[in-house]
């Protein structure tokens, strides 16, 4: 299980490897995805709080990747933060997730990307709940739920 020490450690010194990198030029990023999609995880975009088709959504499956179909997060450890953005408390592999120190808008948070494809997909903050104390925020457009 990860921890907000891990995190850190992950947003300082670096990622763990991916299984696979998947790189694509902007205009084939263009070709596939939504502009939303695009705006948020080419652009690094945010959509607006309560919006998303996945905010209030617990169906069984997997959460992957809306860019490269990558496995990301078990909606088992999916759970309701009133935040406005989907939220889980960890991903499904260690290794699915890249963690960057984010200082945009005068604060500092730990932002969250596909280690894949390099996807933005959201931001993580150590106020969830046990075991892993996390709160991985992610981005609807930034999701598939798979099987």
């Not at 209030?56 to 490269?68: A, K, L, M």
């Not at 989907?86 to 945009?104: G, L, R």
């Not at 997909?121 to 999701?143: A, Q, T």
């Amino acid at each position: 299980m990860i921890t907000w020490t891990d995190v850190i450690h992950f947003a300082t010194k670096g990622n763990n490897t991916p299984d696979t990198r998947i790189e694509k030029t902007e205009t084939e990023w263009i070709a596939q995805l939504t502009p939303e999609q695009y705006r948020i995880t080419r652009l690094k975009g945010t959509e607006r709080a309560f919006s998303g088709e996945h905010c209030s959504r617990y169906d069984p499956g997997v959460y992957q990747c809306t860019c490269c179909n990558t496995p990301l997060f078990d909606s088992n450890l999916k759970f309701d933060s009133s935040s406005g953005w989907p939220s889980f408390t960890e991903p499904v592999k260690d290794n699915v997730i890249d963690y960057i120190k984010d200082t945009t808008y005068g604060m500092v948070r730990v932002e969250v990307t596909c280690s894949t494809c390099d996807a933005h997909l959201g931001h993580v903050f150590p106020d969830g709940p046990e075991p892993s104390g996390l709160r991985f925020c992610i981005n609807s457009e930034s999701l598939v739920l798979g099987e």
